[in-house]
């Protein structure tokens, strides 16, 4: 399956932003997804993830804030970010991987699938 990460961009403090992650190749039905993002500096940490068929994951520095969310007629995942900080400041990344269990989608390695990050920049 290939990845497609989009929506990035620069926002104030306080805005939103959507990025989305389509796949193709394969349905994202089969797939359990993840968002990461990597600051300058900083080494890759878990945002956001759903296991399929519905449980979602959130990174501590980011629950209340932002939402993943899956759209199967468009096969494409979403993470609606709102409150956004500066320090959200990243790439962010989505991954894909068909086997993966609750415990493990805050792990990078255990995804088999990524696609190129979108960066996002906030403004103080």
């Known amino acids: 399956v290939q990845l497609q990460a989009s929506g990035g961009g620069l926002v104030q403090a306080g805005g939103s932003l959507r990025l989305s992650c389509v796949a193709s190749?394969?349905?994202?039905?089969?797939?359990?997804t993840g968002w990461f993002r990597q600051a300058p500096g900083k080494e890759r940490e878990f945002v956001a993830g759903?296991?399929?068929?519905?449980?979602?994951r959130y990174a501590d520095s980011v629950k209340g804030r932002f939402t993943i969310s899956i759209d199967n007629a468009k096969n494409t995942v979403y993470l609606q970010m709102d409150s956004l900080k500066p320090e959200d400041t990243a790439i962010y990344s989505c991954a894909a991987d068909s086997r993966l269990i609750y415990s493990n989608l805050p792990v990078p390695s255990a995804y088999a699938y990524w696609g190129p990050g979108t960066l996002v920049t906030v403004s103080s």
């Open positions: 190749g394969r349905t994202f039905r089969d797939y359990s």
């Open positions: 759903l296991r399929r068929p519905g449980s979602t």
